[in-house]
C-alpha cells in the first residue's frame, strides 16, 4: 500500500476544489481497506467516493482513502429479474449504461448522476421519478470499529428523501463497500410520467421507449439543464428541496399562485428549492468564481478558481435570502468538510 504526501484532491471532487490530503491512498481491494482502517482510529480516516456531493473549504489534515474497489457480478438470476453487485469504487453512471447493455431495467431513470455507487445508498440518490430505494435489493459495509462485513437490507437503510441510516444513526461507522441491485430481465416498469422525460420522447417520436430510449431522453434532459462537472465545476443539486406544512404552503401559493410543487402527504408539500432560488433573485448570480448556475439555480458552481469557502458563503447569502422572503429554510444536500 502507497501512502502519498500532500496530494491535490482536485482531481477528486466534482467541484474542482484545490485542497490538500495531508495523506492519499487508493485502495483498491478489502484486505487493504481493513489494514488501513485497523491501523487507524476512524477519525484520522477521511473516506472518499466519487467526491461528487461535497464542499471542501480547507485541507485534510487526515488519511484520505479514495475508495477504488472495481467489479460488477451478477449474483441471482431468475426468470423475471436479476441480483447484480456491484463494488463500491465502479463508477455510477458506467454501471447505468452496463445495465442498459444487458437489458437489465430498473437504473435507467437514473442516468448521468456523478459519483461512484458507494455513495448512492448514503443519500438515496434519485432523478426523474426513481430513487435509490426502489431498485437496491440490499448492501454491504465494513464496520470501521470491529472490521465486520455487515449486509444491511434495503427496510435497513431506512430510506428517506436524500436520506438513509448511514446520514444519522450510523453516520461514520460503516464504510460501504458494495450495493446489490434487483432489475427487471423482461417487462420493465418504465417510470415515464415525468413531465421532462414525455417531452423529450414525444420529441422523438418515440411511443413505446426502452429502457435505452428513456435512459439517452435522461441524459438529454440533464444535458441541457446541468453543468457538466468536467466543464464546470459543480456538486448536483447543492440544496434540497424542502418540505413544508400544509398551513405555510398554502400562505406561501396565496402570494405566489403558479409556484412548482408536489403533495407527500396529506400535510405535507415538497416545494423546489430551484424555484425559491430563482424567484429570490439568484438565478445566474456570480461572485467571482463562485455562481449559481444560469439553467438551474439549484446548483452552485465554480466557474475555475473558486475556492469553497466562497462556495459556502454564497450557499449561506442564498439561504438567508430565501428565508427573508418566504420564511422557508432550505438545507444543504452536499456535505461541507
Ligand atoms: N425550477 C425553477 N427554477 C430553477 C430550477 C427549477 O423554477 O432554477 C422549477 C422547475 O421549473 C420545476 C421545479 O422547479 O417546476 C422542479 O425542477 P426540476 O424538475 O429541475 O427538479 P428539482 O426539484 O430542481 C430534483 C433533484 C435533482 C433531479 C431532478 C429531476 C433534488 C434536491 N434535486 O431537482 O437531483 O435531477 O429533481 O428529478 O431533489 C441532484 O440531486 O444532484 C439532482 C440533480
Same mark, same amino acid.
Given at each position: 500500500m502507497n501512502i502519498h504526501e500532500n496530494v491535490s484532491l482536485k482531481p477528486y471532487n466534482t467541484f474542482g476544489l484545490d485542497v490538500q490530503a495531508k495523506y492519499f491512498i487508493e485502495i483498491k481491494n478489502l484486505n487493504d481497506l481493513k489494514e488501513i482502517v485497523k491501523a487507524? #482510529? *476512524?477519525?484520522k480516516l477521511f473516506i472518499l467516493g466519487g467526491g461528487s456531493n461535497m464542499l471542501l473549504t480547507q485541507d485534510i489534515n487526515k488519511i484520505v482513502v479514495k475508495l477504488d474497489l472495481q467489479g460488477i457480478s451478477v449474483v441471482e438470476d431468475s426468470d423475471n429479474y436479476v441480483l447484480v453487485e456491484a463494488q463500491a469504487g465502479e463508477n455510477w453512471h458506467e454501471f447505468v449504461l452496463w445495465c442498459i447493455e444487458h437489458n437489465?431495467?430498473?437504473? %435507467?431513470? $437514473? *442516468? $448521468?448522476? =456523478?459519483?461512484?455507487?458507494?455513495t448512492t445508498p448514503i443519500q438515496n440518490i434519485g432523478a426523474y421519478g426513481v430513487e435509490i430505494k426502489d431498485v437496491m435489493h440490499s448492501c454491504k459495509a465494513l464496520?470501521? #470499529?470491529? $472490521?465486520e462485513i455487515v449486509e444491511f437490507t434495503n427496510a435497513q437503510c431506512e430510506f428517506g428523501y436524500r436520506e438513509s441510516i448511514f446520514k444519522n444513526e450510523l453516520k461514520d461507522q460503516y464504510i460501504l463497500i458494495s450495493t446489490t441491485y434487483r432489475l427487471t430481465k423482461e417487462n420493465h416498469s418504465l417510470k415515464i410520467e415525468y413531465g421532462a422525460i414525455k417531452g423529450e420522447l414525444e420529441a422523438n417520436n418515440?411511443? *413505446? =421507449?426502452?429502457i435505452k430510449d428513456i435512459s439517452d431522453a435522461v441524459i438529454a434532459i440533464r444535458e441541457s439543464k446541468l453543468p457538466n462537472p468536467k466543464e464546470i465545476g459543480n456538486s448536483g443539486s447543492f440544496f434540497k428541496n424542502p418540505i413544508v406544512d400544509k398551513e405555510t404552503f398554502l400562505r406561501l401559493q396565496n402570494g405566489y399562485p403558479s409556484m412548482p410543487h408536489y403533495i407527500v402527504s396529506e400535510n405535507e408539500v415538497k416545494i423546489p428549492a430551484g424555484w425559491l432560488i430563482e424567484t429570490s433573485g439568484f438565478k445566474g448570480y456570480r461572485l467571482g468564481d463562485a455562481g449559481v448556475h444560469t439553467q438551474q439555480a439549484l446548483v452552485l458552481v465554480n466557474y475555475? #478558481?473558486? %475556492?469553497g469557502i466562497q462556495i459556502k458563503k454564497l450557499s449561506e447569502t442564498i439561504q438567508r435570502e430565501v428565508f427573508n422572503l418566504f420564511g422557508i429554510k432550505i438545507d444543504a444536500e452536499v456535505n461541507i468538510f
Amino acid at each position: 500500500m502507497n501512502i502519498h504526501e500532500n496530494v491535490s484532491l482536485k482531481p477528486y471532487n466534482t467541484f474542482g476544489l484545490d485542497v490538500q490530503a495531508k495523506y492519499f491512498i487508493e485502495i483498491k481491494n478489502l484486505n487493504d481497506l481493513k489494514e488501513i482502517v485497523k491501523a487507524n #482510529k *476512524s477519525d484520522k480516516l477521511f473516506i472518499l467516493g466519487g467526491g461528487s456531493n461535497m464542499l471542501l473549504t480547507q485541507d485534510i489534515n487526515k488519511i484520505v482513502v479514495k475508495l477504488d474497489l472495481q467489479g460488477i457480478s451478477v449474483v441471482e438470476d431468475s426468470d423475471n429479474y436479476v441480483l447484480v453487485e456491484a463494488q463500491a469504487g465502479e463508477n455510477w453512471h458506467e454501471f447505468v449504461l452496463w445495465c442498459i447493455e444487458h437489458n437489465y431495467g430498473g437504473v %435507467e431513470n $437514473l *442516468s $448521468l448522476i =456523478p459519483g461512484n455507487v458507494g455513495t448512492t445508498p448514503i443519500q438515496n440518490i434519485g432523478a426523474y421519478g426513481v430513487e435509490i430505494k426502489d431498485v437496491m435489493h440490499s448492501c454491504k459495509a465494513l464496520n470501521v #470499529k470491529t $472490521l465486520e462485513i455487515v449486509e444491511f437490507t434495503n427496510a435497513q437503510c431506512e430510506f428517506g428523501y436524500r436520506e438513509s441510516i448511514f446520514k444519522n444513526e450510523l453516520k461514520d461507522q460503516y464504510i460501504l463497500i458494495s450495493t446489490t441491485y434487483r432489475l427487471t430481465k423482461e417487462n420493465h416498469s418504465l417510470k415515464i410520467e415525468y413531465g421532462a422525460i414525455k417531452g423529450e420522447l414525444e420529441a422523438n417520436n418515440i411511443t *413505446s =421507449p426502452t429502457i435505452k430510449d428513456i435512459s439517452d431522453a435522461v441524459i438529454a434532459i440533464r444535458e441541457s439543464k446541468l453543468p457538466n462537472p468536467k466543464e464546470i465545476g459543480n456538486s448536483g443539486s447543492f440544496f434540497k428541496n424542502p418540505i413544508v406544512d400544509k398551513e405555510t404552503f398554502l400562505r406561501l401559493q396565496n402570494g405566489y399562485p403558479s409556484m412548482p410543487h408536489y403533495i407527500v402527504s396529506e400535510n405535507e408539500v415538497k416545494i423546489p428549492a430551484g424555484w425559491l432560488i430563482e424567484t429570490s433573485g439568484f438565478k445566474g448570480y456570480r461572485l467571482g468564481d463562485a455562481g449559481v448556475h444560469t439553467q438551474q439555480a439549484l446548483v452552485l458552481v465554480n466557474y475555475g #478558481k473558486a %475556492e469553497g469557502i466562497q462556495i459556502k458563503k454564497l450557499s449561506e447569502t442564498i439561504q438567508r435570502e430565501v428565508f427573508n422572503l418566504f420564511g422557508i429554510k432550505i438545507d444543504a444536500e452536499v456535505n461541507i468538510f
